[in-house]
């Protein structure tokens, strides 16, 4: 279990590995402080390729990044790569009205 991150230009990308759930809270917290703070970000993805599983701890953490994108009035946030049973998740929570899903 890891959270990892890269930007490139204006673009920001946060790759979750394994079970998201509150274990991950640091090194998620970590990685959206660092992503956040680089300036001229425009882009914020949320990569979910790797992962398997997702908690409600996850879920609120993906809200409170959605409100500091929103504070620092960064335009897009993109959650990607979801996998059919967090995918599921995301559309009981009806996540596909506060997040762009891809």
Known sequence: MSVTFHIR??????????????????????????????QGVKSVEINLMEVDHLDSSALGMLLVLRDQVDERRIPRLLISNAKP??????????????????
């Open 9 to 38: 230009e204006q673009e920001a990308t946060i790759q979750i590995h394994g079970h998201f759930n509150f274990s991950q809270h640091g090194a998620f917290r970590d990685a959206c402080k660092a992503v956040l703070a680089h």
């Open 85 to 102: 049973v967090v995918r599921q998740i995301f559309a009981i929570a009806k996540f596909d009205k506060f997040f762009e899903i891809d």
